[in-house]
Every structure is written in C-alpha cells, then in structure tokens.
C-alpha cells in the first residue's frame, strides 16, 4: 500500500474560481470568510456530455458586462456571463471543412480585453488556435445570431507538426506557438506575421538528437514579452529571452515525467511548475534555482495552475479532479475540492465579494415545501402507536430482588412442575 499523510487544511482567503472538466461541465467554486474558509460547489452550469469536453478558456473579469470565453470539443466557441452562466451567443471555430472537430481540436484561447475597454458597443475579438497550426482573430457583435463585423484574420502558424500550446502576452500584440515537432516561435498578431523562432538544441554527447515537443508556455511578465518560459515533454523548462539569442538562456531538469502546467508569478521571475506525475513546486527561473517542493501530494497529472492576482494563494487542477488551493509563501495546501470529473482548466474571478447572493424563491417551490411539510403531518397522524418490546436488560432488572444486606439476587420462577406440586400434597 502507498504511503499516504493527512494533512490539515487551515482554509484559504474569499474566493471565487472557476473550473473545467472533462464532460463539459463548468463548476463555481467559492470560499466566503476572512480567514480560513472553506470552499464549496455553488453552481454547476452545463449538462455532462463528454462529445462537449472543454478544452480552452479565457475570462475578462472586469466589473462591467465580465465575459467568459470557453472552447469545446465540438469545435464551437461559447461566450457566457461569469456571474450567471447565461450563454451569451456560441460561434463555430473556422477551421478546415474536411477535417473533423476532434482532429483539429482548440489548443488556444484568448478573449481580448483591451479592445473591449476601448469601445462602447457590444462587441467580442477572440483569438484561438487549432492543433493544426490553424490561427484565427475574430471579431463579432454579442448578440443571440451573432455575426462577424469583418475584421477577421486568418492565418497559418505551422506548417508541419501539432500545436500543444499557446499563449498571449499581457499587451494583446503577440502570441506564443509551440507543440510536437514544432519549435515555439513568437508571432504579432496585428500582422499577422512571425518575428522570432527558437533553435533546437544541440545533439548530446552521443550524437542523439531530442525531438522538439513543448506542452506548455508562458510570459514572465505582462509589460515585458521578449522574456518566457517553456516546459517539454522531456521533463526540461526553458527560459527564453528573444533579445538576447534563440537558444534558451536557462535550461533544466524538473523530475521525470513532462512537464504540463507553467504559470509565472507576479514578481515576473518566480514560475510554478506542474508535472505528469503530480508534482507542483516554484523555481526561481533567474538562476534555476528549486525554491520549494509544494506540500502534499496530488495522485494525478496537473493539467492547469492558476495564480489569484490579490491573494497570495494559487489555485491547481487535474485528472485526479481535485482542485487545490496552495498558499505560495508556505506552500502548504490551504484547501481541496472534489469535483467529480477530470479537470482541464481553472480561472479565478477577481471581482468576487464576500456579499451573500440571495437566489430568489419561486411560487413552485413554495408550493412544493407546503406540499411536504403536509404529507409528513399526514403520515405522523395515520401512524399507530407501537408497543415497544421490553429489552433484556429491563427483564433482568425485574427478575431481581433486594436481599436485607443491600445486595440483589435473582428471583425463583414461580413455575412448579406437576411432580412437585403432588409431594407437596402429599406431605401436608
């Protein structure tokens, strides 16, 4: 059996966050309390169906009309309201007629926000981009038929290979690419065009050359996108910085199984590290130093990490459908969710309130509590009384007679057998 440790969860800080799964499923979580509360599943939008597993999403939390952007299987492009779950309008991703959404599935999403602050109607610019290299800007009016305003561009990011990642920096004007067999490259996405490609490492001492598989990437910082980080399926994060060469700067080990999740902090040089084999630490990537190993171990593969931009907490979610909250000072788990079904994906609303959400009661379902509370008063008056049997403790106590000296003693069955009672006849 596996050795296994419990640890005690002291509670994490008033928070809401948002998870993905597996069946299509989108779960809010939200922990109320100044310290230590606990977190629970309050709503539960969408019905399980594992043909709309939700592989991407990306939320614009801003206090105004906040819109959540979430990618399914099936090729469509949701955009809901992240406070309700009301579906604002759905758009299919434009991808290639002849292959089928599960071949060519969305790897990358990204809502804009920026263009949104900028203008007063309506209106939504989405980026996403496929296995196939098949990336995409499009912008649409936010309506129940919503339809393309015509500045939508269309573009190609690899010709060969699979695209497992991507990324968009902090100022919307560049995106980061990279997959099996495919170098992670920079592009501008207002031209459309490339401006910086990575080069392969070098063979090994034995002349053997490691294939290119990126799984994960992100920018160390928002106001800055020469610098970022990458992990490999070899189980190696890489620091990039464009300005300098195209080779990584830093290069190291983490473990030994791939790397699947990479988040960068806000001090925009401590990343948090996820792995295959459930592994989660921080490293400062300046030097490649291991700051910490995360306490408490997840029994599946994290597949997305989280950083809360006022807390000093993150938030981690896998195939082993737990959701974990982590305090980065400590690094000590602060709280876990079961949810059920395998995790893709988690966000946090920054916008959340500790403010008690008063759901309104309909009349149905004051009808329905009436309805009850009836039939359970019906039952208790048709009910007869039931005679309770007399345990065998009570019969014992019965059977008992107080001697003179205080003490007790059993006292003799008054049955008599027939023989008995004829000697005695006869003897009187």
């Known amino acids: 059996m596996p050795r296994t440790t419990a640890l005690e969860c002291p509670g994490c800080p008033p928070l809401r966050a948002l998870t993905f799964d597996a069946l299509g499923l989108i779960k809010v979580i939200e922990a109320r309390g100044k310290e230590g509360g606990v977190p629970k599943v309050v709503e539960k939008w969408g019905d399980p169906d594992a043909s709309k597993s939700l592989l991407a ?55 804009f926000r920026k263009n949104r602050m900028d203008s007063a109607s309506r209106s939504c610019i989405l980026f996403t981009c496929t296995t196939k290299g098949n990336a995409s800007v499009r912008s649409f009016e936010i309506t129940n038929s919503p339809t393309d305003s015509g500045s939508s561009k269309t573009w190609k990011v690899s010709a060969s290979g699979n695209i497992l990642c991507s ?24 031209e459309g065009t490339k401006i910086w490609t990575a080069k392969p490492p070098p063979k090994n001492s034995l002349g053997i050359f490691t294939p290119t598989c990126f799984t994960s990437v992100a920018f160390l910082s928002k106001d800055d996108h020469r610098k970022f980080v990458a992990g490999t399926n070899n ?107 395998h995790l893709t994906k988690v966000v946090f609303d920054t916008n959340f309130t500790e403010e008690e959400i008063v759901h309104p009661v309909t009349n149905s379902q004051v009808r329905e509590s009436e309805i009850g509370i009836e039939m359970q008063t019906l039952d208790d008056e048709e009910k007869p009384p039931v005679k309770r049997k007399k345990s065998s403790k009570e019969k014992e106590s019965k059977n008992k007679v107080v001697n003179k000296d205080g003490g007790t003693k059993k006292s003799k069955s008054r049955k008599r057998s027939k023989g008995v009672e004829a000697e005695i006849a006869d003897d009187e």
């Open 57 to 111: 999403a990306s939320i614009d939390d801003r206090k105004t009309e906040p819109l959540l952007a979430v990618a399914r299987k099936s090729g469509a492009v949701e955009i809901l309201n992240p406070v309700s779950g009301e579906l604002c309008c759905a758009v299919t991703n434009g991808g290639d007629a002849n292959v089928r959404p599960d071949d060519d599935a969305i790897v990358g999403l990204h809502l």
């Open 167 to 190: 990324q968009v920096d902090g100022s919307e004007n560049y995106s980061l690419f990279g997959g099996k067999n495919v170098e992670v490259n920079m592009w501008d996405l207002k």
């Open 235 to 341: 189980h190696q994060v890489r620091l990039y910085d464009i300005s300098a060469q195209r080779r990584p700067v830093i290069s190291f080990d983490f473990r030994e199984t791939p790397i699947k999740a990479v988040t960068e902090d806000l001090d925009g040089h401590t990343v948090y590290i996820g792995n295959g084999c459930g592994d989660l630490a921080s490293v400062d990537i300046r030097t490649g130093k291991l700051l910490g190993c995360f306490l408490g171990k997840c029994s599946g593969s994290i597949r997305s990490i989280a950083r809360h931009p006022e807390h000093p907490v993150i938030a981690s979610c896998g195939l082993d459908s737990y959701l974990r909250i982590w305090d980065i000072k400590t690094r000590q788990l602060l709280s876990a969710v079961f949810l059920k079904q």
